[in-house]
């Protein structure tokens, strides 16, 4: 399993960010997310716990549920299923004030599941997923300026 976390600071306010974060089909404004959905509403917000979100990046499919939402400061999910196939032990984003705007951290622990997953795990798809995650993350500060 390999942790990767991708910071940005966001010159918005933190509940613009954070919603703008939890809103997944914001996504889309991304070139390396193709389509984003929600499949199934959290409860006391649509994207808040129990939400099942449905992701497909230019690097694969994945399913997700959010399991921790506490706006505007963090929300955490899981990936239920995914292709590749994944293991997946964490996916959080943290949102905290700071000079000049929102510091956001986004953590994931993964591991690729296939014959040498931990080589492909290291080598393929944390960079990978480190960019697209910061691609995302540029998208969220292009929309929020």
Same mark, same amino acid.
Not at 71 to 83: H, I, K, L, N, Q
Not at 113 to 132: D, E, M
Not at 136 to 145: E, F, Q, R, V
């Given at each position: 399993?390999k ?6 600071? %966001?010159a918005?306010? %933190? &509940?613009?960010?954070? $919603?703008?974060? !939890?809103?997944t ?6 070139p390396?997310i193709?389509? =984003?959905r929600l /499949?199934?509403?959290? =409860?006391? #917000?649509?994207?808040g716990?129990? &939400? ?5 990046w230019? %690097?694969?499919?994945?399913? $997700?549920? *959010?399991?921790?939402y506490? #706006?505007?400061?963090?929300? $955490?999910?899981?990936?239920?299923r ?6 997946? $032990?964490?996916g959080?984003?943290?949102?905290r004030e700071?000079?000049?705007g929102?510091?956001? /951290?986004?953590?994931?622990t993964?591991e *690729?599941r296939a ?5 492909l795990?290291?080598?393929v798809?944390?960079?990978v997923? /480190? ?5 995302i993350l540029? #998208?969220? =500060?292009? /929309?929020? !300026?």
């Amino acid at each position: 399993m390999k942790t990767l976390t991708v910071r940005r600071v %966001i010159a918005a306010p %933190i &509940a613009d960010v954070f $919603e703008w974060c !939890a809103t997944t089909t914001n996504y889309t404004r991304s070139p390396l997310i193709l389509r =984003a959905r929600l /499949a199934r509403p959290g =409860a006391g #917000a649509p994207y808040g716990v129990g &939400a099942v979100r449905l992701h497909t990046w230019a %690097i694969g499919w994945f399913r $997700e549920r *959010v399991t921790v939402y506490n #706006a505007p400061y963090d929300f $955490e999910y899981t990936v239920d299923r995914s292709f590749p196939p994944s293991r997946h $032990e964490l996916g959080r984003m943290t949102f905290r004030e700071v000079d000049g705007g929102t510091e956001v /951290a986004w953590t994931t622990t993964f591991e *690729v599941r296939a014959p040498f997953g931990a080589v492909l795990t290291r080598a393929v798809a944390k960079p990978v997923i /480190a960019h697209t995650f910061g691609r995302i993350l540029d #998208a969220a =500060a292009d /929309a929020l !300026a």
